[in-house]
């Protein structure tokens, strides 16, 4: 990220760069990103490298598919998305964040140190899993599956830190890559066999895609569509979430003005009692330190699209085939959009484009059609983790030292997040 952001400063809202030996159209500016995600969404589709490379690995989901097949994806897909459908998972994501922190009594009880990171990666990945699947996190199926998916995110993150030997190259650290992902193949298809048996809607996101229905041919998904979709929201759904809630714990532990407030919210409107999904809307400042946080450590920090046709964005020509690359981390920054860019403040977001789910200028969960249509699902679980953490605990970090974000797969840390957990002030 060092690199763009240099090469930003030196040369503008939009530059030619080359990457790992490949041509790019670099792009900075909001009024760009609106013309390829919004304005000429149709000439800009999801493919170059990037894509290839995941969709070899992860499948033609929903978050990896091009056009034509896109659109279909997401008409079958929508439904399982709409807000009651969200509500319905409310109760899964309460009790599995009541479970994770009953398990940090002991840790606490011990005096032991949290790593946050590894904390939140864990409990966002049971949340999707028991979402995906509604199957006891103990089950050993379930266990199987969620170390497997533990294991293929922590190889493919050490890939990208040093991408020099090919995935195909039998190294160890790709050897277990690629068993892992043989496992997650096969845990899969055995859902979905044992699923397609009973018949029955388990509530589960694989249950409403498998009665989901094309409107116009009447087809249902096939098992290896189901496969796709199901790799896709593991990989793009809990990393995401626990990638950002790492870096709230982390701006919270940096701002104790910040954490008064939120607590006092939190006492306020739920006093004392479990947050449901219906008091979520009232959690307003939780939210907007949510989406201050997304601003200036987005989990999808790099995006890619490549031009169908030839164009012009900013008076300069794209032909077709050019690959287009901008960079979230770097647009949340942009100085005409946002005053003193640096600034932790989730106050900007009181007055900012209210009600506005795509205010100019910011791009955590993308624009246009391919919004991502996991947001609201992954705004609940967020605040209701935040509120039930802070009911209980204090997450006091055990160093004062700056956290650098290193660009993987996500938006991650440098280095861990460690903290001890104390009582809330006055408990």
């Not at 995006?303 to 050019?322: C, L, M, S």
Request: aromatic content about 8%.
């Amino acid at each position: 990220m060092t690199f763009l952001s240099e090469v930003i400063e030196e040369y503008g809202d939009i530059v030619s760069v080359d990457l790992v030996g490949m041509p790019f159209v670099l792009i900075n500016h909001p009024a760009d990103v609106d013309h390829i995600l919004k304005r000429h969404q149709r000439n800009y589709d999801r493919g170059g490298p990037t894509y290839t490379m995941a969709r070899a690995m992860f499948g033609n989901g929903l978050f990896m598919a091009a056009r034509p097949g896109w659109l279909r994806q997401r008409r079958l897909l929508q439904p399982a998305f709409h807000r009651p459908r969200i509500a319905a998972f409310g109760e899964l994501m309460s009790d599995t964040i009541d479970s994770t922190l009953n398990s940090w009594q002991q840790v606490s009880a011990r005096g032991a140190n949290l790593d946050v990171r590894a904390e939140m990666s864990r409990l966002t990945l049971r949340v999707v899993v028991r979402a995906l699947f509604a199957m006891d996190p103990a089950d050993a199926m379930t266990r199987r599956f969620t170390e497997a998916v533990a294991t293929a995110t922590r190889e493919l993150s050490a890939y990208l830190r040093f991408p020099l030997v090919p995935l195909a190259v039998p190294t160890p650290g790709h050897r277990r890559f690629h068993g892992a992902l043989r496992v997650l193949d096969e845990v899969t298809y055995e859902i979905i066999r044992r699923h397609r048996e009973d018949g029955h809607d388990r509530g589960s996101l694989l249950a409403m895609m498998m009665h989901a229905r094309d409107a116009d041919t009447g087809e249902g998904m096939t098992d290896a569509e189901l496969r796709d979709e199901v790799f896709a929201m593991l990989f793009a759904g809990h990393e995401t979430t626990a990638s950002t809630l790492t870096w709230v714990w982390y701006l919270i532990g940096r701002h104790p003005a910040v954490e008064q407030r939120l607590r006092a919210e939190i006492d306020q409107v739920l006093g004392g009692c479990r947050p449901t999904m219906d008091v979520l809307p009232k959690l307003e400042y939780t939210r907007r330190v949510i989406e201050e946080t997304l601003r200036l450590y987005p989990p999808a920090w790099q995006i890619f699209r490549k031009a169908a046709e030839d164009d012009e964005i900013g008076g300069y020509p794209i032909p077709a085939g050019t690959n287009v690359l901008w960079c979230s981390y770097h647009m949340h920054r942009h100085r005409e959009f946002w005053d003193d860019p640096e600034r932790f403040d989730p106050d900007r977001f009181t007055e900012r484009d209210s009600g506005n789910e795509n205010p100019t200028g910011y791009y955590p969960f993308g624009a246009g059609p391919r919004l991502c249509i996991g947001n609201t699902f992954a705004m609940a679980e967020m605040q209701l983790a935040i509120a039930m953490i802070l009911q209980r605990h204090r997450l006091v970090p055990i160093a004062d030292k700056t956290i650098e974000p290193s660009a993987l797969l996500t938006l991650g840390a440098a280095r861990p997040l460690v903290v001890r957990l104390e009582p809330p002030a006055g408990s």
